[in-house]
Structures are given as C-alpha cells and as structure tokens.
C-alpha cells in the first residue's frame, strides 16, 4: 500500500496543514492567556473540541508524502528528514530560550538556566517538540521499510502504543507512543487518503452530513470526558483526521478561504515563529483590561498566526534574516546540498 505519487504541492493538503496550525497556534495562545487571566473564557470551548485530532492530523499530514523519498540512499534522506529539522529545533530552541533566559535565570541561576539550555538538546523545549518527533518518525520508518517490517505489524505496534497509558514523563516517549501511528498511518495510506479527499469533492451534500455526524459525536465525547480514554482516543484521534480532510477537500472545491492553504504552505514558519507575537500580544491585551478573556485569546490568536507570516514576507523582500527559515548551504550534509528533493513534509 506504499504507493508513491506526483510530487506537487496539494492544494486541499495545505488546507488541512492550515486548519491544523491554526487549531495548535490557538491552543498554545488560548491556555497561555486563561493561565495569565486566572479564569476560562469561550474559546476554552474550542480549544477542547479540537483536541482529540489537533495533533494526530497534523502528524497524518506529515507521512502523506513518504514514499515517494523512503527509498533514497541514507545520505540524502538523513539530510533532508534529520539534518533538516534538527536544523530550525537547534536554530529556534535557541532563539527561543535567549529571549527567556532572564526568567530562567531568575528562577533557577544562570548555571541552571544553562543546564536547562543543554538538557533540551534531547527532551524538546516548549513549544518545538512536534519539529523534534519527525525525525525520529522519519528514521523508524526507513529503517522498518529497509529491513523489510510488514506495515501491518508497525501500524499495529503503533495503534498498541496509542491505547496503552503510556506516561513517563519524558516527553520523547510520552509523545512517540501517542502519535507515531497517525504519520505510520499517513504514510501506508496515503494514496486511500488522497482518494478520500476526492471522494468529498464529489459527495458535497453526504460530506457535510458525515461531517455533521462527526462533530456531535467528538463534541459529545469531550463534553462527557471521555474522549482522552484508551480506544476512544485512538479512534477520535483518526475520526478527526478524516474529518480535517473533507473539511479541506469541501474548503477548496468551494474557492473560498485561500488564505488557510498560505498558512498550510508556511506553516513551519508559523510553527517556529508564533511564540513571540503570542508572548507580546498575551501581555498589552490582559493590561488593557478592556476585553473579556475569549475576546483576549481570539485576538492573540489572530495575532500570533498572522505575524510570522508579515515577518516571512518582510524576509523574502528585503533578502535579510533567511537563515531564519531558509536552511543556509553550509547546514547541508557534504554532498547533498542541490540534489533534487520532494517539497519537506512539514513546510
């Protein structure tokens, strides 16, 4: 079932990176804002409602393209599913930390802020991990694939790891057993997924009823608590996947919404970026004290998604600061730097 395909940009996949990015910018600002405010507001709502397939979509969407690089020499592989990644985590892990490296410091020394600083070299810092996993997903599935593993019992073993309660506390393990079927999945069925988005392109009135059926259903079991339950998370987990596909396939044949597939297409620049507008914008609207905490979160919402896309477009047009989301040359494995390549799973 590891068909491969034409390589090209998809307009209903970057639609769903879209709606993903979205979903993980406004969580991140929705819970930082209600930390900072003491108290709930509407959009907690929403927040929860995307939960159960916020992630395991957005992890679906990064194995899609798989198998059509699963099979090049370890060299250029490693470079462009490893030295890639490991590049912007090393990069913004960095960025990140120099801008909160003061609080750190104030909380725990400067000796222990360093240690801290080196110590997320292998346990992922804030918000960056999801940049940190892919790799390692990417790694397994060359090694399975190269020894020969059936797809069935790696998609099993995968499905195993999500139902079991899997909570160490170290948020490698802790994260791998719960998302690594989503990408395994994406990946073995990829060319189902693509027909999937096509079969909603046709069905427009059977997709939005579906789509309907699955939203009183993820709703109901989140309104009950029930939906992080073994089992039931596994299968919200690809129910919401699914979904986020129609939704893309539907926005796309409609012509409306352009603006969620940019954001699909620059979505890890809004990955790496969104922290700071996030942080500045939390703090000026909670002092304001003029807007309730909902209103507070939607706007730091907007704020955060939109400002690393200006600042992307100020690089490109300036020439300045590339580095930034561009991988620079020398970043490159020897040899491997203008050897043609498929558009990065996560880009």
């Excluded at 409602?49 to 699963?70: K, T």
Aim: aromatic letters at 16%; proline letters at 4%.
């Amino acid at each position: 079932m590891q068909n491969s395909f034409k390589l090209s940009r998809v307009d209903w996949v970057d639609t769903a990176k879209g709606i993903c990015i979205v979903f993980v910018v406004m969580m991140h600002c929705v819970l930082g804002v209600e930390a900072a405010a003491g108290e709930t507001g509407w959009m907690h709502a929403i927040v929860a409602f995307a939960a159960p397939f916020r992630m395991p979509d957005f992890f679906l969407i990064s194995g899609l393209f798989l198998a059509n690089v699963i099979t090049r020499d370890w060299k250029l592989y490693l470079d462009r599913k490893v030295v890639h990644f490991a590049y912007f985590y090393a990069l913004w892990m960095t960025i990140q930390f120099a801008i909160k490296a003061p609080v750190f410091a104030g909380d725990m020394g400067w000796a222990g802020a360093l240690q801290f600083y080196l110590i997320s070299f292998v346990q992922p810092f804030g918000t960056l991990w999801f940049i940190y996993m892919l790799p390692i997903f990417f790694v397994i599935c060359k090694i399975a694939h190269d020894r020969g593993v059936p797809w069935q019992l790696m998609l099993a073993v995968g499905a195993a790891l999500q139902i079991a309660p899997i909570h160490t506390g170290w948020l490698l393990v802790d994260e791998f057993a719960s998302r690594f079927v989503y990408f395994y999945a994406g990946y073995i069925f990829a060319p189902k997924i693509f027909e999937l988005a096509e079969w909603a392109r046709e069905r427009i009135s059977l997709s939005l009823a579906l789509l309907g059926l699955w939203g009183v259903a993820n709703g109901t079991l989140v309104y009950l608590g029930w939906a992080a339950l073994p089992v039931v998370s596994l299968a919200l987990g690809a129910a919401g996947a699914g979904a986020i596909i129609l939704t893309s396939a539907l926005i796309v044949k409609a012509g409306h919404m352009d603006f969620l597939r940019r954001f699909g297409e620059n979505s890890i620049v809004i990955y790496l970026a969104f922290f700071f507008p996030m942080g500045v914008a939390r703090i000026v609207l909670l002092k304001l004290g003029v807007l309730d905490t909902g209103t507070v979160s939607l706007l730091v919402t907007v704020i955060a998604v939109i400002s690393p896309m200006i600042l992307y477009w100020m690089i490109r047009k300036t020439g300045f600061g590339g580095f930034l989301f561009r991988r620079p040359q020398r970043a490159y494995l020897g040899g491997t730097f203008g050897r043609k390549q498929a558009p990065q799973a996560a880009e």
